[in-house]
């Protein structure tokens, strides 16, 4: 009911990502970030940043058309742990760099703002 267990796995895994020196400390202070999310006065704690967002496009976009399939966006999203549902995209749209870390980061926002 409380999704604890999304919770403790996303602590996880920025856990694993930035490999804090302090661990403790730094749960201590990403949860305080998404209190402050919550309250809106700070931003959530992101896994991937603007580079991340973009060195994933890139691997996507392997040929460098400047743009990938919807069925490429959603199994970014889903790699990525992010629902989804309630998409806007057809199968025939081409999403661009800037749309992917926009829509990316909406959802990741999303999935912040349950806890």
């Known amino acids: 009911r409380h999704r604890i267990p999304d919770l403790l796995h996303r602590l ?28 809106a006065e700070g931003e959530y704690p992101y896994l991937m940043d603007e580079d991340n967002l973009a060195a994933m ?14 069925a490429q966006y959603r199994e970014a999203l889903k790699t990525l742990g992010l629902s989804t549902e309630d998409l806007q995209f057809g199968d025939d749209v081409n999403i661009t760099l800037d ?17």
């Open 57 to 70: 496009f890139s691997l996507l976009d392997v040929v460098g058309q400047g743009h990938i399939t919807a």
């Open 12 to 39: 996880g895994e920025l856990l694993l990502y930035h490999r804090p020196e302090r661990p403790r400390e730094f749960l201590i202070q990403v949860l305080e970030r998404v209190k402050a999310g919550k309250r």
């Open 99 to 115: 749309v992917f870390k926009e829509e990316v980061k909406k959802k990741m926002l999303a999935s912040w703002a349950v806890y």
